[in-house]
């Protein structure tokens, strides 16, 4: 069993940033591949961002040059460093992992990005 709790939403301005955290615990961090999912309203979840063990990283297209996501496995968290916000961003961000067949989700945390 894994659990995650996203933290560090808000509400900030176009062109500001954020950093969100997600932190793990019940496994050992080091072998999760971590990711970032966002959902709008009216609108299906996507992918944002992914990190592997190694520290490989992918991004959607949408995020390029703006997001980055990183891990610290001494610290058990990831996190999504969110720079020149658009309003398009708001969502619901939420952190997730695999463990074979199984998946774990976090609770999400609101980002709100005002024009």
């Not at 990711?35 to 592997?52: D, H, M, N």
């Not at 996190?79 to 952190?95: F, G, H, I, R, W």
Request: proline share 2%; with cysteine; net charge positive.
């Amino acid at each position: 069993q894994v659990h995650l709790v996203e933290s560090g939403g808000g509400l900030v301005q176009a062109g500001g940033s954020l950093r969100l955290s997600c932190a793990a615990s019940g496994m050992l961090f080091r072998l999760l591949a971590m990711a970032w999912y966002r959902q709008a309203p009216g609108k299906q979840r996507e992918l944002v961002a992914s990190i592997s063990t190694g520290g490989t990283t992918n991004y959607a297209d949408s995020v390029k040059g703006r997001f980055t996501i990183s891990r610290d496995n001494a610290k058990n968290t990831v996190y999504l460093q969110m720079n020149s916000l658009k309003p398009e961003d708001t969502a619901v961000y939420y952190c997730r992992t695999t463990w074979g067949i199984l998946e774990f989700w976090g609770q999400g945390t609101q980002v709100t990005v005002s024009s």
